[in-house]
T-cell receptor, first 111, second 115 residues
Framework: QKEVEQDPGPLSVPEGAIVSLNCTYSNSAFQYFMWYRQYSRKGPELLMYTYSSGNKEDGRFTAQVDKSSKYISLFIRDSQPSDSATYLCAMINFGNEKLTFGTGTRLTIIP | GEEVAQTPKHLVRGEGQKAKLYCAPIKGHSYVFWYQQVLKNEFKFLISFQNENVFDETGMPKERFSAKCLPNSPCSLEIQATKLEDSAVYFC?????????????FGPGTRLTVL
């Protein structure tokens, strides 16, 4: 079983819709949770990171962490065609610097 | 520089040949990470450095892979005797310091194709 599970999609939604992306994890030692966006043939770009359970909002993006369920989510409001990309969740143990990634969800926003 | 730079962009090698990839971290960043991204976006951690010292090499297939970060030189990742399964995009990331969990900045990657 992988430490981090993410539905690979693909996911297609109309412009303006709310997008929900999710990951589950099995390693209780994960303490920091990130969401990266990766455009085709580019490196991952950090969107958001969270530490504690709860919600964190940044513009149109909201990251949600539920440590008791080992479940994290990213919500995108008022989705735009420029949001079309692969979204990767990633996690880190405290004291261990390496990122453990989900497999990524490919998202397409249809104009 | 303000961005992580990686060279070359593309590298093609015949099976059994050597491949060498380079990474220049953001100036002032003391941590460097190498990741391998294979098909279906599977990212695998390879190795990390704190300045020129290996910090964590638990992901490295040591029999064929080696890496260095020497002072005043780009970091390098070298694969001796490449195999078909080494075909992947290799990403380098850098961060300002320890516990900068939220600040790993990625380069554009080097796409290695082994024929």
């Amino acid at each position: 079983q992988k430490e981090v599970e993410q539905d690979p999609g693909p996911l297609s939604v109309p412009e303006g819709a709310i997008v929900s992306l999710n990951c589950t994890y099995s390693n209780s030692a994960f303490q920091y949770f990130m969401w990266y966006r990766q455009y085709s043939r580019k490196g991952p770009e950090l969107l958001m990171y969270t530490y504690s359970s709860g919600n964190k909002e940044d513009g149109r993006f909201t990251a949600q962490v539920d440590k008791s369920s080992k479940y994290i989510s990213l919500f995108i409001r008022d989705s735009q065609p420029s949001d079309s990309a692969t979204y990767l969740c990633a996690m880190i143990n405290f004291g261990n610097e390496k990122l453990t990634f989900g497999t990524g969800t490919r998202l397409t926003i249809i104009p | 520089g303000e961005e992580v730079a990686q060279t070359p962009k593309h590298l093609v090698r015949g099976e059994g040949q050597k491949a060498k990839l380079y990474c220049a971290p953001i100036k002032g960043h003391s941590y460097v990470f190498w990741y391998q991204q294979v098909l279906k976006n599977e990212f695998k951690f390879l190795i990390s450095f704190q300045n020129e010292n290996v910090f964590d090499e638990t992901g490295m297939p040591k029999e064929r892979f080696s890496a260095k970060c020497l002072p005043n030189s780009p970091c390098s990742l070298e694969i001796q005797a490449t195999k078909l399964e080494d075909s992947a995009v290799y990403f380098c990331a850098s961060s300002p310091g320890r516990h900068s969990y939220n600040e790993q900045f990625f380069g554009p990657g080097t796409r290695l194709t082994v024929l």
